[in-house]
């Protein structure tokens, strides 16, 4: 099954009320979405992930420390995601680059926990240093696109070499990644699915993005 996770940072359009709004769509087109053969992952900011997730949505932490219970002013303690009902958590978005050893710590702990990861990358290299930690999914977001209107499916070859690199572990990929055509573009490339923000989140009308979106993955897996 693909994966359409979406990060709703801490962007003002998606705090609060904006962030059980969304929510409601993204539960509202689950059933279609299972159709489609694609799963929604939220991600909200932390202060909203336990309402979130009391709604039914499958959400994701955007966050994560390498820390027990204890004296952690600010940490985000694994086990209170576990107590809350997170599914998994992203682990060093580009907006906070984990170092590779750290990285290997936070994959460790989620597992024991049960939790699932998905780790963000950069670059090859960096998708070569943590497959061998076996998260569950690496998603390929070169820094540069982030946030624009460039999508990472223009480098083609750059998504090629992320899913060969990545194997066995499922590549999804990220950056500038805004409708439908680039969706089916990173599919038909072997991503497994894609993480994107503001192409959602900023969107005039969220419910059709995420349809559009939707429509990328059965329009790769028509052709």
Not at 63 to 80: K, L, M
């Amino acid at each position: 099954m693909y994966k359409l996770i979406i990060n709703l940072k801490a962007y003002e359009e998606s705090f609060d009320e904006n962030a059980i709004r969304i929510a409601e769509i993204v539960r509202d087109l689950d059933d279609e979405a299972y159709d489609r053969n694609v799963e929604i992952i939220l991600c909200p900011e932390l202060i909203d992930l336990k309402e979130v997730i009391n709604m039914g949505v499958k959400c994701y932490a955007q966050h994560i420390d390498s820390v027990e219970f204890g004296a952690h002013t600010g940490s985000v303690v694994p086990e209170e995601l576990v107590r809350v009902g997170a599914r998994g958590v992203l682990i060093s978005h580009s907006e906070d680059f984990d170092t590779v050893e750290e990285i290997d710590k936070k994959v460790v702990m989620s597992k024991q926990l049960g939790l699932e990861t998905c780790v963000c990358a950069r670059d090859i290299e960096t998708v070569k240093a943590v497959k061998g930690f076996n998260p569950e999914f690496i998603a390929l977001e070169p820094p540069e696109l982030i946030g624009g209107d460039v999508s990472v499916t223009t480098k083609p070859e750059l998504v090629k070499e992320g899913v060969k690199t990545s194997d066995p572990v499922e590549l999804l990929v990220g950056a500038g990644v805004k409708n439908g055509e680039d969706v089916k573009k990173a599919v038909k490339l072997g991503a497994k699915g894609i993480l994107v923000a503001s192409g959602v989140v900023k969107a005039k009308d969220i419910k059709a993005a995420i349809l559009d979106l939707l429509q990328g993955f059965t329009s790769a897996e028509g052709e």
